[in-house]
């Protein structure tokens, strides 16, 4: 069947990245981008980096401009939103009453902040991250605070700690586990970070619950209130604690969610018209040459959005074929450029080897014998050198690792040097 109308639900990076993939790979047929948000769809990283830290102009983060959607033939419905998807009929209705029908749908529906469920929680001058209006009400009250408090030892939380010292503040950071970025992270990163953020004066709570937010008589936050009783005084405080995908209008429609809506290695949902990608999905996590998670992962970075965006634009034009690209991440903290490449977390066995007068840091993430990813800070050629040998689904031995003087450049070339010799 010759396709004519595919409707994109999110116009995020991973939903405009789809439709231009559309367009690239030679699909000539209606594409409508619906988005809640109102303007052109824009970058999401530098949200919690370098737009807080000046009085950036906010088109600056546009991932296109106007141009670009009139010359593709691409229909930004912009301050939309998708109320309920019907299977049967081939068509979305609009919360404004209006109606889309469709050959194939793509669910880019992205995420949403956790809420902190304690006294306060829904406090309406607390602070969250996730949107351009999120950072726009955020630089604004930088700009004319003294103290800040941060629930959350994440990554965001801990950008936004840097960005926050940066700027002249008293920081505190409060994460209820016992280091920073407990799940995304080998304990020998975070110990890294911890230092780093420690030598710049944020204020580090490490192991403390949040009991409440604190507020004056006259009702303003007042900081924090700890599970142990302790208080964190702070003109402002700002939760990040995770993000939760959005697949309630999946579920609503009858697909599968579980911790995101259910896919299959094609990014298919059960409904062969309907894909999901993005910080949405759920999907078999890949094998990168032994020790693969079991079960269906979330991946929540640009380049899972990009590469994911992808892999649907060519799967619904062509024969089906698997998502299997290399995860990484980056975050910008202080004077620390974190990159990570694989899927480090639930790593049995890690090697660390730093060099403390360039600052630089190489964690090698084990699991079952495979490496499943490495951190580094401060070291993209270990960083490119295993999205490489991962990429060709090769693993060096720990042994090999934990010999002196070992590189995992020079390793790779001579992996590389024995399959060219035959």
Same mark, same amino acid.
């Given at each position: 069947?010759?396709?004519?109308?595919?409707?994109?639900?999110?116009?995020?990076?991973?939903?405009?990245?789809?439709?231009?993939?559309?367009?690239?790979?030679?699909?000539?047929?209606?594409?409508?981008?619906?988005? $809640?948000?109102?303007?052109?769809?824009?970058?999401?990283?530098?949200?919690?980096?370098?737009?807080?830290?000046?009085?950036?102009?906010?088109?600056?983060?546009?991932?296109?401009?106007?141009?670009?959607? $009139?010359?593709?033939?691409?229909?930004?419905?912009?301050?939309?939103?998708?109320?309920?998807?019907?299977?049967?009929?081939?068509?979305? $209705?609009?919360?404004?009453?209006?109606?889309?029908?469709?050959?194939?749908?793509? +669910?880019? %529906?992205?995420?949403?902040?956790?809420?902190?469920?304690?006294?306060?929680?829904?406090?309406?001058?607390?602070?969250?991250?996730?949107?351009?209006?999120?950072?726009?009400?955020?630089?604004?009250?930088?700009?004319?605070?003294?103290?800040?408090?941060?629930?959350?030892?994440?990554?965001?939380?801990?950008?936004?700690?840097?960005?926050?010292?940066?700027?002249?503040?008293?920081? %505190?950071?409060?994460?209820?586990?016992?280091?920073?970025?407990?799940?995304?992270?080998?304990?020998?990163?975070?110990?890294?970070? $911890?230092?780093?953020?420690?030598?710049?004066?944020?204020?580090?709570?490490? #192991? *403390?619950?949040?009991?409440?937010?604190?507020?004056?008589?006259?009702?303003?936050?007042?900081?924090?209130?700890?599970?142990?009783?302790? @208080?964190?005084?702070? *003109? @402002?405080? +700002?939760?990040?604690?995770?993000?939760?995908?959005?697949?309630?209008?999946?579920?609503?429609?009858?697909?599968?969610?579980?911790?995101?809506?259910?896919?299959?290695?094609?990014?298919?949902?059960?409904?062969?018209?309907?894909?999901?990608?993005?910080?949405?999905?759920?999907?078999?996590?890949?094998?990168?040459?032994?020790?693969?998670?079991?079960?269906?992962?979330? @991946?929540?970075?640009?380049?899972?959005?990009?590469?994911?965006?992808?892999?649907?634009?060519?799967?619904? +034009?062509?024969?089906?074929?698997?998502?299997? *690209?290399?995860?990484?991440?980056?975050?910008?903290?202080?004077?620390?450029?974190?990159?990570?490449?694989?899927?480090?977390?639930?790593?049995?066995?890690?090697?660390?080897?730093?060099?403390?007068?360039?600052?630089? +840091? %190489?964690?090698?993430?084990?699991?079952?014998?495979?490496?499943?990813?490495?951190?580094?800070?401060?070291?993209?050629?270990?960083?490119?050198?295993?999205?490489?040998?991962? &990429? *060709?689904? @090769?693993?060096?031995?720990?042994?090999?690792?934990?010999? &002196?003087?070992?590189?995992?450049?020079?390793?790779?070339?001579?992996?590389?040097?024995?399959?060219?010799? #035959?």
């Amino acid at each position: 069947m010759a396709l004519s109308e595919i409707v994109i639900v999110g116009a995020g990076q991973a939903g405009l990245q789809t439709a231009a993939s559309l367009r690239q790979f030679g699909y000539e047929g209606r594409i409508r981008l619906v988005g $809640e948000e109102k303007g052109l769809p824009y970058q999401r990283p530098p949200l919690s980096k370098a737009f807080l830290k000046a009085d950036s102009d906010p088109e600056s983060l546009a991932l296109r401009n106007r141009d670009f959607f $009139e010359k593709q033939k691409i229909e930004l419905l912009d301050g939309e939103r998708v109320a309920s998807i019907d299977r049967q009929a081939g068509a979305v $209705e609009l919360a404004s009453g209006g109606r889309l029908d469709y050959d194939r749908l793509v +669910l880019a %529906t992205g995420a949403r902040n956790r809420a902190l469920p304690v006294p306060g929680g829904d406090h309406p001058d607390l602070l969250e991250l996730r949107s351009l209006d999120h950072a726009l009400a955020v630089r604004d009250r930088l700009g004319s605070a003294g103290s800040i408090a941060i629930v959350g030892g994440g990554y965001i939380g801990l950008e936004i700690a840097a960005t926050a010292r940066g700027r002249g503040l008293d920081v %505190t950071v409060v994460e209820a586990m016992d280091r920073l970025m407990p799940r995304t992270a080998s304990p020998a990163l975070s110990a890294h970070v $911890e230092g780093v953020h420690r030598g710049h004066g944020v204020g580090l709570r490490l #192991g *403390e619950g949040v009991a409440r937010i604190a507020t004056d008589g006259e009702g303003r936050i007042a900081g924090v209130e700890t599970a142990a009783g302790g @208080l964190i005084a702070a *003109e @402002l405080v +700002l939760v990040g604690i995770g993000i939760l995908p959005n697949d309630a209008l999946a579920a609503a429609a009858g697909l599968e969610t579980d911790n995101g809506i259910v896919v299959d290695s094609c990014l298919r949902t059960a409904d062969p018209s309907i894909f999901a990608l993005g910080d949405c999905a759920a999907f078999p996590a890949p094998d990168f040459g032994g020790g693969a998670l079991p079960g269906r992962i979330r @991946l929540e970075s640009v380049q899972n959005a990009v590469d994911q965006a992808k892999c649907v634009a060519r799967n619904i +034009l062509a024969e089906p074929a698997p998502y299997s *690209e290399v995860p990484w991440f980056w975050s910008d903290q202080f004077d620390m450029k974190i990159q990570i490449a694989g899927l480090t977390a639930g790593s049995d066995r890690q090697i660390a080897r730093l060099d403390e007068e360039k600052g630089r +840091l %190489t964690v090698y993430c084990f699991r079952d014998g495979h490496l499943a990813g490495v951190e580094t800070v401060s070291n993209p050629g270990d960083h490119m050198a295993c999205r490489r040998l991962m &990429a *060709e689904r @090769l693993s060096p031995q720990p042994a090999e690792v934990e010999a &002196a003087g070992f590189s995992l450049k020079t390793w790779l070339q001579a992996m590389r040097g024995r399959a060219g010799g #035959g």
